[in-house]
């Protein structure tokens, strides 16, 4: 496998979404609600009440973090899809599989194309977050709640591997879907059991801690892997030309 | 240059191509004609590594169609014009290039040097950094003809390179594939544009999942078409048909003012016919060899299959 390779479809890839104002707000905007909308809902919201306290706070600062996974696994799929379904319908597949270049290398620079744009949005949206928490919550707490084991769980583990779970399931996906829109509303359905997982810390049935946290990474990893063999196996060049079209 | 024996390709129960045998020799125009659905495309994507082989051989220069670690070298020389010319279209004419320059592991400068050349060559330089999306279809096959020569292509695949063309970028086209003929790549063309075959290709395969006549133009005029003789008369009448009917053995058949009758020998039968048709009353105004068409060939061929 040759990461240059990969580099230069991921390159291309990305240069292509620059020029798609759909790809482009789909990327920025969620990443700019949650790390700038919450915040302030936060401000509003405590002001009004007169001040939240000290104790629910960190609960409700955890599970606002967790909206970040949300992010990991919705904004990957908008790519993944323009970059697979896109290239199904510009039928731009027959030269590309025709080059000197792996099916392994291929989807590898599909997938960095589809991981870095909304992972890095996601990154600088939570830097805001967790510095407008900071300022809103400072006086009230008496300590910088953030950063923490926590946000750095999500970070670091957490969304990675859902924007690669998110990614996987794409690829499934596209190889099916005739158009992107379709490909990304059946790529959404990878957000349900995170979303889940929210309701579930909302409702009190689990609670967002680190160790919560590593479970609920053990669980993501073991998709990962169960469905790195699917993606390959459908992203094979003889299927992509034979039964993709 | 390339060669192929026994080449099958099936599709679970369909067989899209059926034991093909031929090659093709360095410098060569090789044109595959043939019906939609013949088997013209799984050729070439089979020859190209983009699909398996069900049974049989196929080399390019040393490397072994099918073999794992040939494929990637092969890819390395070859160029694929395919039917649907897939260009990014919010990719600039000189971005498409570059990228495809890129994987093709072009070094840069020269990558640059080619870009500017074939863009030159095709009239496409001043619109270089304009979307290929903007483009019309015919400046659109140019830029995909660019990007199948941007590194140095030893062979060159095309598939129906012509196809829903104007006439004058089809020209172009044609012109540019004698172009770089002249330059001695190897070009395997796929067709079913009967005339192209005949302007370009050094030698003709005609095929319907077989590959059922092989040839130079020339050689498949001469050795499928019997002869005829056009003769053209002042007047055609029934009774003068049937008459002539009765006194040479000949197929006749009648357009207009004309006689289309077929010979086998016309140096001998000529002088029999004419003779036949004076003294019926005929009245010969014009006599010529009717020289078979590719089309008649290729229809020819096609309909014994059936």
């Known amino acids: ?245 | 240059m390339i060669t192929v024996e026994n080449l099958t390709k099936r599709f679970r129960e369909v067989t899209a191509v059926e034991k093909l045998t031929f090659k093709v020799e360095e410098g060569e125009v090789f044109g595959f004609l043939g019906p939609n659905g013949a088997g013209k495309t799984t050729t070439i994507r089979m020859l190209c590594c983009l699909i398996s082989k069900t049974n049989g051989e196929a080399r390019i220069d040393d490397y072994q169609i099918g073999k794992e670690t040939d494929s990637l070298r092969i890819r390395k020389m070859i160029g694929l014009v395919p039917d649907n010319v897939g260009l990014y279209d919010d990719l600039s004419a000189f971005e498409n290039l570059d990228f495809y320059g890129k994987l093709y592991e072009c070094p840069e400068g020269r990558r640059k040097e080619n870009i500017e050349h074939f863009l030159k060559m095709l009239d496409l330089w001043e619109r270089k950094d304009a979307r290929a999306g903007s483009f019309s279809k015919g400046m659109k096959q140019k830029l995909a003809l660019a990007r199948a020569l941007i590194h140095e292509t030893k062979i060159l695949f095309m598939d129906e390179p012509t196809a829903n063309l104007d006439p004058e970028s089809a020209k172009t086209v044609r012109d540019f594939i004698l172009e770089i003929k002249k330059q001695g790549r190897t070009i395997f063309l796929n067709t079913h544009n009967l005339d192209e075959a005949q302007r370009v290709c050094d030698r003709i395969g005609i095929i319907k999942t077989k590959l059922l006549t092989i040839g130079s133009p020339e050689q498949l005029r001469e050795s499928l078409s019997r002869p005829k003789t056009e003769i053209r008369l002042a007047q055609v009448t029934e009774g003068l048909i049937s008459a002539l009917r009765k006194l040479i053995p000949n197929t006749i058949e009648v357009s207009g003012d004309k006689l289309i009758i077929d010979v086998t020998d016309l140096d001998r039968e000529n002088p029999t016919i004419i003779a036949a048709i004076t003294s019926t009353g005929g009245q010969v105004r014009e006599v010529a060899q009717v020289i078979p068409t590719l089309e008649d060939v290729y229809l020819q061929i096609v309909k014994e299959t059936k």
């Open chain 1, 1 to 245: 496998m040759r990461i240059s390779k990969a580099w230069i479809v991921a390159a291309k890839d990305m240069r292509v979404f620059l020029r798609k104002k759909y790809a482009i707000y789909s990327i920025v905007l969620f990443p700019l609600i949650v790390g700038i909308g919450l915040p302030l809902v936060l401000r509003f919201v405590g002001a009004k009440q007169g001040g939240l306290s000290s104790t629910r706070l960190p609960v409700l600062m955890n599970a606002f973090s967790f909206f970040f996974m949300m992010g990991a696994a919705s904004l990957p799929t908008v790519l993944a899809s323009y970059s697979l379904v896109g290239e199904k319908i510009e039928k731009s597949l027959e030269p590309l599989l025709a080059a000197p270049i792996t099916d392994s290398e291929l989807l590898l620079g599909k997938s960095i194309a589809a991981f870095i744009p909304p992972v890095g949005a996601i990154y600088i949206g939570s830097i805001v977050f967790m510095a407008l928490y900071d300022l809103v919550t400072r006086n009230t707490l008496g300590y910088l709640y953030f950063p923490n084991w926590t946000i750095h769980l999500i970070l670091l583990l957490l969304i990675p591997l859902t924007a690669i779970l998110s990614i996987e399931w794409s690829v499934i996906v596209s190889s099916r879907a005739s158009d992107a829109r379709a490909a990304q509303m059946q790529g959404l359905f990878i957000a349900l059991p995170i979303a889940a997982i929210y309701v579930a810390s909302e409702v009190r049935a689990i609670s967002l801690d680190t160790s919560t946290l590593l479970i609920i990474s053990g669980v993501i990893l073991i998709a990962d892997i169960i469905l790195f063999f699917l993606s390959t196996k459908t992203f094979q060049r003889e299927e992509i030309l034979t039964k993709w079209t």
